[in-house]
């Protein structure tokens, strides 16, 4: 009697702990293959797009009738991380853009793993609870295509028709992708950070490797960087796929450090441990927020070339709400949203110089580089992980 | 419902495991398994083949039968060693010549261990022998934080490190006014990363020790002494037998932890120290998860069978302790007259142990008050800013306490029953006791990487059920669960050997005497191993303050972040917000730490 009842409770309880884990599978949309992709415009509820060009006077009076909830994924520091007067960009965004669409609502998702999670739910048949990404890297779209195959795609190709804004971003912003996934919403270009008390600027990226500048360097882990990785994309754009591990060794045999992650080296900078950091060239910005001192804060340019690094934004493919996803980049493009971005993440705005106002505590301090340089989809495509890999064991070097 | 409670909380806790751990491991794991699809070591073999892993172990491993190359090799190591002869000034010297090896990175991964576990139990030791045996004003309080390194998130500890013993730290600010001054950073990087291991670790090693000392029965000391054995003698042969089991556990899992490094080795080391950890990494953000799986299964394999090996040790042991009594402290400075040698030792050592562990913390509290023009409370400004005006996608400060806070007790409340369980369940006789009993510390053995793939791609993505059904178990359910797996194996590690110490004979008598078991087990076997629950409690209580890694996988929405992750969301191009987030984690983490040693100190009397 007592077992019975026991079995009961037991039972029943278990039974209600695990019932809120239980999710019905409504059929995923996300593995869906007959979505169209192709440039023509289904029927939304948008007004045809607007030919008027405004450079200065955006318009809100135009009749969208967009409504919805749109469920932008991005990377964390685009919602939390503070910067001295300006918080991160996410509320700003929202903010705004839900001002210029009164029936559409922004929520913002952060994957945990970032892209990576994504891939893998595609992968799984999982789903993707996401409209809109905003952080994609060159590289982002390199993995992605080594891991989904042609019917498991994340993101839609882009029609540039369907956004009034794409055509003013900078044409060396282009990632090259030739399923035209992803539009730039800001660069940073990396460069070296010294302290010119201590040392010369490098006329060059060999320079790094004579004497005086021996113990002088601090880099970053390639693998999961964005300036580590830049670095040696850089190198390799210099020296080439054969030339660039000899390279290496002669920078390792000059005692270059290579830390974990910018963090890691840019507080050891800050240390005074080395005198030189690869870091992103808008390093000045930082310093004037905090009053260093900028002797120690001077950016330098070797070859007079600096690696871009642009991020964009794609629409996932399979979203119901492309019509406000096209409308949210294109949001995102608008002059003083690329403003309002630039200072926040104090990277560069994407589009071109006329279209944008940025304030003086920002361009006089950013600095951009004569030349940039940046490896493309095209030469990262199925070598990205193999220089990755090589390169790691050249510094590890067990 | 006496009569089987102990049987459902061996249900409870299976299905926990399962489910939070067992399932997502399992299903990593098994990709290494695997070569296009149809089961095998391949991957395996192109591991321990690759020079890369295991260095010179490697040609060996892949040609086991060619004997004569084999030889040729081991008589070039030999011939490697020698004498040579350096000079200190005019003075000459023998300088030992080793052999160069190359030892992969498995074998540096293992050598960097066994230093640091070797720097913790000496930076450990002293410690515990000074607050087991000595009686001082704030003994309580310094012993419930002594705990504190565990739980900081790696960041912090970097960071403290620079703050503190870099070029412009706090430790070379002290030193210039004596007119010392070289960094400690500036050093040897491998000594940098083995003493943060040190920071992290030793105070493990410490506690754990001080629980065992503080269980030792000092009647038995005082038969010893009482039969004519020196104070000495008595120590070495009555105390040190039962204090052995707990050094030997704490260095083990010290081993483990850091043959598992990850973070802080490429923060203070940068990759030429990397680890194998450092390269699961690597191939899971690749998403190669079979290649990071075949090295997470090696790192693992390696893992068990050191737990294996100490517990096929531990279970030699035996014990007599019937009922724990107060543990006998001298004074430490009733007057000055008392300053002996040892007391002076036991200073010097305090000095050496406060640079260590007391400086990183306070350079953290300073750099979140400073910032490029001197003395500000901006960052702590920032943060009630965002409390009161962050948006709601933003983590706020506050329910980020909370969710620690309340995550911990939870984490408490689960996995202090679940070790009791497990303690008591495979202390049974039984044939398979010591390899369940090393399946236990799987937790502890698994790569933190692998389990977040694991839980991700399970337990968040789902599990497909048959029909239209999937599991998912995510939110502050899954978080507790995640956190109390993580913590049961210190759980299970302080009370087992406490508990295998209690004369059965006690236990017969009480159920003689009409107890169920279960009654046997609160009324008499806890409060004898009651020191051992305490100390397994407030691990289980660090851990999941300091729980991050899969806490930011499963706590998908901004209001379940818990303090470490508000850390690391707080990180942007200025670290003034992340230090002074982390300050907050530091203060609220060390109340809580003490009240929770308070709290248990005081069950434990009413107890007696």
């Known amino acids: ?398 | 419902m006496d009569a089987h409670a102990l049987t459902v909380g061996v249900a409870g806790t299976a299905v926990v495991l399962l489910l939070v751990l067992y399932v997502p491991v399992g299903v990593v794991f098994a990709e290494a398994f695997t070569t296009d699809g149809v089961a095998s070591l391949s991957r395996f073999g192109d591991v321990f083949t690759d020079a890369f892993y295991f260095g010179d172990l490697a040609a060996v491993i892949e040609r086991p039968l060619a004997f004569d190359a084999h030889v040729g090799a081991l008589a070039g190591f030999i011939g490697g060693f020698g004498v040579r002869v350096a000079a200190l000034g005019p003075v000459p010297y023998p300088m030992p010549v080793l052999p160069t090896v190359r030892t992969g990175l498995f074998g540096f991964t293992a050598w960097q261990a066994l230093l640091s576990t070797a720097a913790s139990v000496v930076v450990g030791l002293p410690a515990a022998y000074v607050l087991a045996n000595f009686e001082f004003r704030g003994r309580k309080t310094l012993r419930s934080i002594t705990i504190l390194p565990f739980v900081l998130p790696g960041i912090l500890v970097a960071t403290g490190f620079y703050a503190a013993f870099g070029q412009s730290g706090l430790l070379n600010d002290v030193l210039g006014v004596v007119g010392v001054g070289q960094s400690l950073l500036e050093t040897n990087p491998l000594f940098v990363v083995i003493l943060a291991h040190a920071f992290y670790n030793a105070p493990l090693i410490a506690r754990v020790t001080t629980g065992a000392w503080e269980a030792v029965d000092s009647r038995m000391v005082e038969t010893a002494r009482a039969l004519g054995a020196s104070r000495r003698r008595a120590f070495r042969d009555v105390v040190l037998p039962q204090l052995l089991p707990a050094i030997l556990a704490g260095s083990l899992l010290t081993f483990i932890f850091t043959f598992m490094t990850f973070p802080i080795v490429l923060a203070l080391g940068g990759l030429q120290l990397a680890t194998v950890e450092v390269w699961v990494y690597n191939a899971a953000s690749n998403l190669q998860v079979p290649e990071a799986a075949t090295l997470a299964v090696v790192e693992t394999a390696v893992s068990l069978a050191l737990t294996y090996a100490y517990l096929r040790y531990e279970a030699g042991g035996s014990g007599f302790s019937s009922a724990a009594t107060d543990v006998d402290r001298e004074r430490f400075l009733p007057d000055l007259a008392s300053v002996d040698a040892k007391r002076l030792a036991v200073l010097a050592y305090g000095v050496l142990a406060a640079v260590l562990f007391v400086m990183p913390l306070l350079a953290l509290v300073v750099e979140s008050l400073t910032d490029g023009s001197g003395f500000t409370l901006r960052y702590y400004a920032f943060l009630l800013e965002r409390q009161t005006e962050g948006a709601a996608f933003q983590t706020k400060p506050l329910p980020a306490i909370w969710n620690s806070l309340v995550f911990a007790v939870a984490t408490l409340a689960v996995a202090v029953p679940m070790g009791v369980v497990v303690s008591v369940v495979s202390s049974r006789e039984g044939r398979g006791r010591t390899l369940v009993d090393a399946l236990t510390m799987l937790p502890v053995a698994v790569s933190g990487i692998v389990f977040g793939v694991g839980l991700l791609t399970g337990l968040v993505f789902g599990i497909d059920l048959p029909g239209p059904y999937t599991l998912r178990v995510i939110g502050p359910v899954a978080v507790v669960a995640a956190h109390a797996v993580a913590a049961y194996p210190f759980v299970v590690r302080n009370v087992k050997p406490q508990l295998a110490g209690v004369d059965r004979a006690l236990v017969e008598s009480a159920r003689a005497l009409g107890a169920t078991r279960v009654r046997a087990l609160l009324d008499v076997q806890l409060p004898l191993v009651w020191p051992g629950v305490l100390a397994g409690a407030a691990f289980a209580f660090a851990i999941s303050m300091g729980e991050f890694d899969s806490t930011v996988i499963l706590a998908t929405q901004s209001d379940t972040a818990t303090m470490p992750v508000a850390v690391e969301r707080y990180l942007g191009r200025t670290l003034g917000p992340a230090m002074a987030m982390g300050t907050v984690l530091l203060v609220v983490t060390a109340a809580s730490f003490v009240a929770v040693d308070r709290l248990g100190g005081y069950v434990g009397e009413i107890q007696r």
């Open chain 1, 1 to 398: 009697m007592r077992r019975r009842r026991f079995l009961q409770a037991a039972g029943g309880s278990s039974a209600l702990a695990l019932a809120g884990c239980l999710v019905q599978d409504e059929g995923n949309t996300s593995t869906d293959t007959t979505v169209e992709d192709t440039t023509t415009s289904d029927g939304g509820t948008s007004t045809t797009s607007e030919t008027t060009d405004d450079t200065t006077s955006e318009t809100t009076t135009e009749a969208e009738e967009l409504s919805g909830t749109l469920t932008v994924a991005t990377y964390e520091s685009f919602l939390n991380a503070p910067s001295e007067s300006y918080d991160a960009p996410g509320a700003f965004v929202k903010e705004r853009f839900e001002a210029a669409h009164p029936d559409a609502t922004v929520e913002f998702t952060v994957p945990q793993n970032g892209l990576n999670e994504y891939i893998q739910r595609r992968q799984q048949g999982a789903s993707v609870d996401a409209d809109v990404y905003v952080g994609l890297n060159v590289d982002d779209l390199v993995r992605i295509d080594e891991n989904l195959d042609d019917g498991q795609r994340l993101f839609r190709e882009l029609d540039a028709g369907r956004m009034d804004h794409a055509d003013r971003v900078r044409d060396d912003l282009d990632f090259g992708d030739p399923k035209g996934r992803a539009l730039a919403y800001d660069t940073g270009y990396i460069s070296l950070v010294y302290d010119e008390n201590d040392v010369e600027a490098p006329p060059t990226l060999d320079a790094l490797t004579q004497p005086e500048y021996e113990g002088a360097l601090l880099a970053q882990n390639a693998q999961g960087t964005d300036t580590g990785q830049a670095f040696l994309l850089w190198t390799i754009a210099q020296k080439g796929a054969d030339g660039y591990l000899d390279y290496w060794r002669d920078l390792l045999d000059n005692d270059v450090r290579v830390l974990g992650s910018w963090w890691d080296s840019y507080s050891a900078y800050l240390d005074e441990q080395r005198p030189m950091v690869v870091s992103y060239s808008t390093d000045q910005v930082f310093a004037n927020r905090d009053d260093q001192d900028m002797s120690k804060h001077q950016v330098g340019f070797p070859n007079d070339q600096g690696y871009a690094n642009p991020e964009g934004m794609g629409i996932v493919r399979g979203s119901d709400n492309a019509d406000l996803g096209y409308a949210f980049m294109d949001f995102v493009l608008r002059g003083d949203v690329q403003s309002t971005i630039a200072l926040a993440n104090v990277q560069f705005p994407a589009v071109e110089d006329e279209y944008v106002d940025v304030p003086a505590e920002f361009s006089d301090y950013a600095k951009r580089p004569p030349e940039p340089v940046a490896l493309g989809y095209d030469e990262l495509s199925g070598n990205l992980t193999g220089w990755l890999e090589e390169w790691s064991r050249l510094v590890a070097g067990n």
